[in-house]
């Protein structure tokens, strides 16, 4: 799916397989792999760093990814080093020339206390049963971290925030799966145990588009060719 300078459709109906430009738009994208002895513990918004392993064996899907975004897109990331750093490899496949802007409101889900929990002793710390496709449920507040409604609060702020201040641009936000599914909570007007059925897996991009004040899903979970 790519962009033309054609006009926007009546009624705002996509009916071919290009976007229309002149539409507030997000490219969400969540972030690489991380390394290896992250992933066996609830991590969190912990500053993890990438895998370089997977960063290497998957290059082509960084630049199948930049030629999938629009040249003239505004750029944000987490402050997260994972997301700074694939939003880096992202823009050199691309030669981008765009500064990033660090906006806290992308961060991951904070587990405050919890953090660096392995998994095998995470459940016996949960008050809530959990969400069967997330770790805890929606309405859990980690000691000292923040809930997912928290997370939806935050996250569907600061999308109506960019969305008022760069009106018809694209934006391409390099993020978090948590806050990922957020975004798609506040874009559906839907309970946040109810977006984190949705799957949204590493170097994926999510589509979102704001017109006339409504929130409209274009993509969800778009994985790019790995091939290059």
Known sequence: MTQ??????????LDTPELPKGVTR??????????ASARKTMYGALDVPLCHEAMASQQGGYATLARRLPKDALWYSSP????????AEIRKAGAFSQDVTIDGRFIEQSIGKWHGTPHSEFMSLLRLPPNPFWSISACELPPGGESM???????GHGLEDLANAHEGQDMVVVSHGGAIRAALAHALSVHPDTALRFSIQNL?????????????????????????
């Open 4 to 13: 033309t300078d054609k006009a926007v459709p009546h009624g705002h109906f």
């Open 149 to 155: 409604l928290d997370v939806c609060a935050r996250v």
């Open 26 to 35: 997000f490219w969400l994208i969540r972030h690489a792999v991380v390394e």
């Open 80 to 87: 997260l080093q994972r997301a700074q750093d694939t939003a």
């Open 204 to 228: 994926s991009i999510t589509i979102l588009e704001r017109i006339d004040c409504l929130w409209r899903v274009v993509t969800v979970n778009e994985l790019p060719d790995f091939r290059g």
